[in-house]
């Protein structure tokens, strides 16, 4: 599977940004698919993920009560919604996928196999 990271950007204190990884290939369904970031000097972190099939969700602590994670097995598309984003979520988030990943995994960046190219986001104070 290719993915592909879109929606970032610049935007305040307080705003809102939803971030899109577009994947292309086969059974898209199997595949678990999360958000890291990677602020730079700083390890990449887990954000969020969504399961394969019924479609679990996971929470970084990073994202917890602030962004939301959906999928659109039809359109093969993970959307990341970022509500009041802060100075600390100024990072690159990359989309990554793993085929049937177990549920012991989803937060590790080494489980996952196929990474989009990563989309800018800065949060402006």
């Known amino acids: 599977v290719q993915l592909q990271a879109s929606g970032g950007g610049l935007v305040d204190i307080g705003g809102s940004l939803r971030l899109s990884c577009s994947a292309s290939?086969?059974?898209?369904?199997?595949?678990?698919v999360a958000w890291f970031r990677q602020a730079p000097g700083k390890a990449r972190e887990f954000v969020s993920a969504?399961?394969?099939?019924?479609?679990?969700?996971y929470y970084g602590d990073v994202a917890k009560g602030r962004f939301t994670i959906s999928r659109d097995n039809d359109k093969k598309i993970v959307y990341l919604q970022m509500n009041s984003l802060e100075t600390e979520d100024t990072a690159v988030y990359f989309c990554a996928a793993a085929s049937f990943l177990h549920d012991d995994y989803y937060g590790t960046n080494q489980y996952y196999n196929f990474w989009g190219q990563g989309t800018q986001v800065t949060v402006s104070s």
């Open positions: 290939g086969r059974a898209f369904i199997n595949y678990t």
């Open positions: 969504v399961k394969y099939g019924l479609g679990t969700k």
